[in-house]
């Protein structure tokens, strides 16, 4: 055989092999990206940023949260019955804006009357260029999510694609039952350690100064990233709902910024006041603000021992917030809950923090 002949037959064979392989992998489809699982039984066994997609498709919704870990516990079936919707979770654990706004963007392709969108607004995710998305270990394979059709390639030719299919071909040999259901998926805190008065003021103490504020903390960048990431889909889809939120971190999460630098806190309220004169001009935007609610932030029975995160029964309170109150109504309101948020922070002492297990009561989730 000439040289000629032999890099024709082997060019021949190479994209027979690749059609082959393309043709089994989007059939099979690992990650149910393409379709809805009707193969096999499906076992959610992939990382968060890659096992969205497919869900986003394939999950029936009209409501779509996106937001960080603190959107995580949202329970699809609590928020259905309080809002009288079918919501889908969509959020990503340490999500950047960019990462947030391209879930949202793939889920109107999939959803174009989308109803509501509940967005979660964190300072962390709004600190970086307005592209930022993560990186290893857990990167985010924006192929996955954008409109090209081309970049799908990737995906059927993934070595964590065939990784997963053997994993979930695996489970349904052995029986194993696990990670099934996709409203269980991804929560957390079931087993977390208690906080305790103790643990807070050691945390406190244990605070290092910063001697200057980074760069990207700074309200003017964080609301470069607002711009980029929320506006356009706000505009885009003026029939949609989008409610925003700030989540109740603890109390003291927000003094231990302060106590690194005080810059923090006037850069986080300057940013927080420049996005409600901003999305106060759209008809369809409403904003709640979680974050100066004494009752829920001063009371360390609401949080886990990591000094952020608070149990997924905050998440229902949440979600019964939205459904009996009303948004921020007006620039006045707002100015003075911005206030009192300040005023909350720059005066704390941990000796106001208290234990009342009333809200964990009310709204505890039976796992």
């Not at 149910?32 to 039984?41: C, G, I, S, V």
């Not at 409610?243 to 971190?249: I, L, V």
């Not at 006045?332 to 234990?355: C, M, P, S």
Request: proline share 5%; hydrophobic share 35%.
């Amino acid at each position: 055989m000439s040289y000629k002949k032999f890099l024709t037959a082997a060019g021949i064979m190479s994209a027979a092999l690749i059609g082959i392989v393309s043709i089994v992998m989007y059939y099979i489809d690992p990650l149910f990206y393409f379709r809805k699982p009707d193969l096999y039984r499906p076992q959610y066994l992939a990382a968060e940023r890659y096992q969205m997609p497919g869900l986003l498709k394939n999950q029936d919704y009209d409501t779509l949260f996106t937001a960080t870990s603190m959107g995580r516990n949202f329970r699809e079936s609590f928020a259905n019955e309080k809002l009288g919707t079918k919501s889908f979770n969509g959020s990503l654990p340490a999500s950047t804006a960019k990462e947030q706004s391209m879930v949202a963007e793939a889920a109107f392709r999939d959803k174009p009357n989308l109803k509501r969108v509940i967005w979660e607004l964190n300072y962390y995710s709004f600190a970086g260029d307005p592209d930022w998305v993560a990186g290893p270990p857990s990167d985010f394979p924006t192929y996955m999510y954008d409109k090209s059709k081309i970049n799908d390639l990737r995906y059927l030719f993934s070595s964590y694609s065939v990784e997963i299919l053997y994993k979930n071909l695996m489970a349904n040999k052995e029986g194993n039952e696990q990670r099934r259901e996709v409203e269980t998926l991804y929560k957390f805190g079931q087993v977390a350690p208690v906080e305790s008065i103790e643990h807070v003021d050691a945390f406190l103490k244990g605070v290092q100064p910063m001697d200057e504020l980074p760069s990207y903390e700074r309200a003017s960048v964080q609301m470069e990233s607002f711009k980029e990431n929320v506006i356009p889909l706000v505009k885009a889809h003026p029939n949609t709902k989008f409610t925003f939120f700030y989540a109740p971190y603890p109390i003291y999460n927000h003094v231990s910024f302060y106590k690194k630098n005080k810059e923090y806190l006037t850069e986080r309220l300057k940013f927080k006041k420049e996005v409600f004169d901003l999305m106060h001009k759209y008809p369809n935007v409403e904003l709640y603000d979680f974050q100066d609610m004494h009752d829920i932030t001063f009371n360390i029975d609401n949080y886990q021992g990591d000094t952020v995160h608070y149990y997924n029964f905050i998440n229902n309170w949440i979600i019964d917030y939205l459904a009996t109150h009303k948004p921020v109504q007006s620039e006045k309101e707002y100015v003075a809950k911005l206030q009192n948020f300040e005023h909350q922070i720059t005066n704390f002492d941990v000796l106001q923090l208290k234990k009342v297990s009333s809200i964990k009561q009310q709204y505890a989730i039976e796992n």
